[in-house]
């Protein structure tokens, strides 16, 4: 038994009879392709986990990429807690809120909008502005050595319109392309830095430390998933160069590429209620945030499992 918490009116014991009693299932969500996204019922995280849960979303998000899971009214601990079975935790060095203005603990990556006493940050906020970039189709942490394997994210105020998450599969993306690229693509390296992500939206007044801190990392253009054996396109909005290309043509190649896999067969939108958590593999996807009204509050969290 592992997770199980107690809360008012019932032992340990009770609430290990419920989880057990709850029953897992896996339902597809997207409208065509038939093994990407899923929505997981049978599963209440506020009351704790098996070890036999564990077991099932991890086949379930081997063969799935993403899966959702409502109803998840979990807290920061709770929830990292449930992802630290997934592998090594990463923790939230990516972003630039000054130490002093975090909101958060490094556990976690805070994906939202607001600043430390939760109002909501002014429109031309640096942090704010930075945050934009996850609006780019973009890999957790592939600027970073050790790229991310699996997010977490849940919702804890979402605001009344806008604010969808995408999803693309990067397995179709690699089924579909055709032979002459695959062969392209084959042994190409690509480097990868939130400075390259950041400066495409015309933000680029990084700090010396960021500057140093953001040097870019070597990635594969390919992945072998290693529990399924499935191929994917390793692409990201971090992309800046190819080993070895000029610049340009570096740039307009991986434009062309996220171009195909981001076409809207292979895309999951996924609108939000508070309380939803979804986990996604980013060996295998892409995702992006989609526009909201920023005078509202949006409140979401990431743990993050890196790839190490
Ligand atoms: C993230 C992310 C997108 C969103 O949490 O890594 O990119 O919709 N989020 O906020
Ligand atoms: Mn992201």
Redo the contacts with the bound molecule.
Sequence with gaps: MIGVINIAGYTAYTLTIMIKIMKLSVKPLHRTLSDFAAQVTGVDLSRGFTADIVEKVQSAIDQYGVLVFRDQHIDDDQQYRFSEHFGTMEQATGDVIPRGDRRLSMNV?D?SNLDKNGNVLERDDRTRLFGLG??LW?S?SSFKTIPARY?L?SARVIPDTG???EFADMRAAWDTLDKSLKRECQSLVCQHSQLYSRSSLGFDDFTESERIAWQPVVQPLIRTHPNTGRRSLFLSAHIGAIEGWPVPEARMFIRDLTEHATQRQFVYAHQWKKWDLLMWDNRVTM????RYDHAQP?D?R?T?VSDG
């Excluded at 995702?287 to 989609?290: D, E, F, W």
């Design positions: 990556n994906i996850n609006m973009h957790d997010s994210l604010g969808n998450t995702h992006r945030a989609r949006r979401l990431r993050t």
